[in-house]
T-cell receptor, first 109, second 112 residues
Framework: RKEVEQDPGPFNVPEGATVAFNCTYSNSASQSFFWYRQDCRKEPKLLMS???SGNEDGRFTAQLNRASQYISLLIRDSKLSDSATYLC??????????FGPGTRLSVLP | NAGVTQTPKFRVLKTGQSMTLLCAQDMNHEYMYWYRQDPGMGLRLIHYSVGEGTTAKGEVPDGYNVSRLKKQNFLLGLESAAPSQTSVYFC???????????FGPGTRLTVT
């Protein structure tokens, strides 16, 4: 089993839709969690950290379920500019960041 | 702040040639990383550093060497390039393991 797995996608949604991405991780000792976005032929950019209590940043909401070893990202009111690949990243203190394979999102006009 | 910069942006090498990729960050981060990204493989860690003068192997270190002589710079060397090293190379830095990483724009390397 891979350390970090994500919905394979791609997700094709109309503008204004709500879309959710899921991510599971295998190491129960993992301590920090992140979502990144990566545009085509660009570097990954940090979108948000994911906290145990859940956190929200504008249209984006991230949730963490430690018991199920599951992370989610919800995007509300999708914009064309949200089209990108979304990467789930997990870190276990003293070890390194492990990246999921990514889920591609296309927001259609 | 420039953040994380990488040079060069593109490079074509012939098999057996050597080169060095330079990463620089101006955020005073302790931790620096080198990744490669291949289609369908995601990001894989090559080497990393937890501070000036330290380096450690990541998931795919073979064929690469690194040095961190100054806190702000992290160099990735290919001593004898192989076609399997054709990839996009990203450098990243972070303040601490529990902080997020900041990436450079990448170097696209082709080995023929």
């Amino acid at each position: 089993r891979k350390e970090v797995e994500q919905d394979p996608g791609p997700f094709n949604v109309p503008e204004g839709a709500t879309v959710a991405f899921n991510c599971t991780y295998s190491n129960s000792a993992s301590q920090s969690f992140f979502w990144y976005r990566q545009d085509c032929r660009k570097e990954p950019k940090l979108l948000m950290s994911v906290y145990s209590s859940g956190n929200e940043d504008g249209r984006f909401t991230a949730q963490l379920n430690r018991a199920s070893q599951y992370i989610s990202l919800l995007i509300r009111d999708s914009k064309l500019s949200d089209s990108a690949t979304y990467l789930c990243v997990v870190n276990t203190y003293g070890q390194n960041f492990v990246f999921g394979p990514g889920t591609r999102l296309s927001v259609l006009p | 702040n420039a953040g994380v910069t990488q040079t060069p942006k593109f490079r074509v090498l012939k098999t057996g040639q050597s080169m060095t990729l330079l990463c620089a960050q101006d955020m005073n981060h302790e931790y620096m990383y080198w990744y490669r990204q291949d289609p369908g493989m995601g990001l894989r860690l090559i080497h990393y550093s937890v501070g000036e003068g330290t380096t450690a192997k990541g998931e795919v270190p073979d064929g690469y060497n690194v040095s961190r002589l100054k806190k702000q710079n992290f160099l990735l060397g290919l001593e004898s390039a192989a076609p399997s090293q054709t990839s996009v190379y990203f450098c990243a830095s972070s303040r601490a393991p529990i902080s997020g990483q900041y990436f450079g724009p990448g170097t696209r390397l082709t080995v023929t």
